[in-house]
């Protein structure tokens, strides 16, 4: 079935980096764009940027511009998020999500603890 | 680019209507009908309610409907059920060079 599957949760230290992967399956990757957004404990959704599967372009929030990096591999149909110079306040679930105007198809959600 | 405004929390009773508001600028609501709505359960990822304003993805209620006036959109629920408990976020879309921004999220409490 249609689906955004994951990687698991990530616990890294203050200045490290975290890469969260998000496979699609059940359709054509390549035909729709993917959405990161993430929520911190007890907060609301923060969008993070978009990536185009087909080409590879992106847009990223002005909040995340030079530490987020997004990517594709066509090949497996995944999409990765890397989030570098981590601190505290990355503390969230990280969730990929399928849709251009609206996100219409969810992944599960990754947690990323920074703690030292 | 600062998040649209939402109420922290409304409450209704079961068969009551509640309407969540969902201000934000001439920059985004304002300027486009590209406002969507996600309702989140605990720990559970968002699922998409409302997108283009008004219109409902297949196999959601039309107890659910959406609006826009001005910067401000809005999302009611009629017949309130107790699994509508839940968070509800809007999203808007911003323009190019801000892409996308998120409402604060709504707590829903049915009593």
């Known amino acids: 079935q249609v689906q955004l599957v994951q990687s698991g949760a990530e616990v890294k230290k203050p200045g490290a980096s975290v890469k969260v992967s998000c496979k699609a399956s059940g359709y054509t990757f390549t035909s729709y764009y993917m959405h990161w957004v993430r929520q911190a404990p007890g907060q609301g959704l923060e969008w993070m940027g978009i990536i185009n599967p087909s080409g590879g372009s992106t847009s990223y929030a002005q909040k995340f511009q030079g530490r987020v990096t997004m990517t594709r591999d066509t090949s497996t149909s995944t999409v990765y998020m890397e989030l570098s110079s981590l601190r505290s306040e990355d503390t969230a679930v990280y969730y990929c999500?399928?849709?251009?105007?609206?996100?219409?198809?969810w992944g599960q959600g990754t947690l990323v603890t920074v703690s030292s | 680019q600062s998040a649209l405004t939402q109420p922290a929390s409304v409450s209704g009773s079961p068969g009551q209507s509640i309407t969540i508001s969902c201000t934000g600028t001439?920059?985004?609501?304002?300027?486009?009908?590209?406002v969507s709505w996600y309702q989140q359960h605990p720990g559970k990822a968002p699922k998409l309610m409302i997108y283009e304003v008004s219109k409902r993805p297949s196999g959601v209620s039309n107890r659910f409907s959406g609006s826009k006036s001005g910067n401000t959109a809005s999302l009611t629920i009629s017949g309130l059920q107790a699994e509508d408990e839940a968070d509800y976020y809007c999203?808007?879309?911003?323009?190019?060079?801000?892409?996308?921004?998120f409402g604060g999220g709504t707590k829903l409490t049915v009593l």
């Open positions: 999500a399928r849709g251009w105007w609206e996100l219409i198809l």
């Open positions: 999203c808007s879309y911003a323009g190019s060079s801000t892409s996308w921004v």
């Open positions: 001439s920059s985004d609501v304002g300027s486009y009908n590209l």
